[in-house]
């Protein structure tokens, strides 16, 4: 079965300093995706940013970026610049290629950011 | 834009008791998901649906039963409520290929007493 470890259960940064929030994996399967995904304080689940594994190029979406390191398992964020909207329980989750979207997910990390 | 709507958004049981949590979707989606939160958790997957009239069971089932009848509805039963099921759940949808991004509804709060 594939397991999902986020082992930073929370994290702060300053406003406007930069962020990495860590996540490993396991899984045998050689096709899958990678998510990462904030939750606020709504409970709204938002995804942040999304890596398909066949790709080598690490995914940005503007101020997020992702360290993708297939053999090693490990898929990390970064956020630039944070900004205090930022603050929220961050999950990362793995779901596999061609299967039907089954999520699995890390138990989260929650980030402060300091003003 | 309705997307992915929970019903109800708030209840609070008896052990022993029963309710449905009702999960509908109007973007013509395939796939259908429930998951429950519990503290210091992230999201588990309990049932999900790959189309109209076929379900599944996910990691944490026992307990709910599910049913699909129409494409756009996916209903999440608890047949005898336990304090064990306290807990946050989030139905979302998707459609195929794989990758598609996953739509989240906004959350039932659930209190078994």
């Known amino acids: 079965a594939q397991t999902v470890t986020q082992s930073q259960p929370e994290m702060s940064v300053q406003e406007a300093e930069t962020v990495t929030l860590s996540c490993t994996y396991d899984?045998?399967?050689?096709?899958?995706?990678l998510f990462w995904y904030k939750q606020p304080p709504s409970r709204q689940m938002i995804l942040v940013i999304r890596q398909e594994a066949y790709k080598q190029q690490n995914a940005t979406e503007n101020r997020f970026s992702v360290n993708f390191q297939k053999a090693a398992k490990s898929f990390s964020l970064k956020i630039s610049d944070s900004q205090l909207g930022d603050a929220a329980m961050y999950f990362c989750?793995?779901?596999?290629?061609?299967?039907?979207?089954?999520?699995?997910f890390g138990k989260g990390t929650k980030l402060t950011v300091n003003p | 834009n309705a997307g992915v709507t929970q019903t109800p958004k708030f209840r609070v049981l008896k052990t022993g008791q029963s309710m449905t949590l009702l999960c509908a979707q109007d973007m013509n989606h395939e796939y259908m998901y429930w998951y429950r939160q519990d503290p210091g958790m992230g999201l588990r997957l309990i049932h999900y649906?790959?189309?109209?009239?076929?379900?599944a069971k996910g990691e944490v089932p026992d307990g709910y039963n599910v049913s699909r009848l129409k494409k756009q509805n996916f209903l999440l039963g608890l047949e005898s409520a336990a304090p064990s099921q306290t807990s946050v759940y989030f139905c979302a949808s998707s459609s195929p290929p794989s990758g598609n991004t996953i739509y989240f509804g906004e959350g039932s709060w659930l209190t078994v007493v």
């Open positions: 899984t045998s399967e050689s096709d899958y995706y």
């Open positions: 649906s790959v189309g109209e009239g076929t379900t």
């Open positions: 989750a793995y779901s596999l290629w061609g299967g039907s979207e089954k999520l699995v």
